[in-house]
Nanobody
Framework: QVQLAESGGGSVQAGGSLRLSCVAS????????MGWFRQAPGKEREGVAV?????WYADSVKGRFTISQDNAKNTVYLQMNDLKPEDTATYYC??????????????????????????WGQGTLVTVSS
């Protein structure tokens, strides 16, 4: 059973930076979609950044956040720069193995689809103060 462990959350002031990490264990497939979603209090969970054979970003984070992965370590990272108070949320890592290499936008659709049964981490809290 695939397991995800997120780390790197914390509290920063607006304009600051954080780097989130997510280690996936027991992933047997070399092809996968991995990504970050977030949920703010009182709001629905939303996609932030996803990576497969290419990347996908939410418009609200383009130019500020960068997703990357280290396949040898089964780890995906989210570098968050120029953080804003509206970035405050619990950030969740997700993974879905695929039969073939899948581009970022399609990976986003797969991770967003409950019927696809992606695996989710427990979440890490990011708080940005003004």
């Amino acid at each position: 059973q695939v397991q995800l462990a997120e780390s790197g959350g914390g509290s920063v002031q607006a304009g600051g930076s954080l780097r989130l990490s997510c280690v996936a264990s027991r992933v047997t497939s070399s092809t996968r979609c991995m990504g970050w979603f977030r949920q703010a209090p009182g709001k629905e969970r939303e996609g932030v950044a996803v990576i497969g054979s290419s990347t996908w970003y939410a418009d609200s984070v383009k130019g500020r956040f960068t997703i990357s992965q280290d396949n040898a370590k089964n780890t995906v990272y989210l570098q968050m720069n120029d953080l804003k108070p509206e970035d405050t949320a619990t950030y969740y890592c997700a993974v879905k193995t695929t039969a073939w290499r899948t581009n970022g936008p399609y990976c986003y659709s797969r991770l967003s689809d409950k019927n696809a049964l992606p695996t989710w981490g427990q979440g890490t809290l990011v708080t940005v103060s003004s």
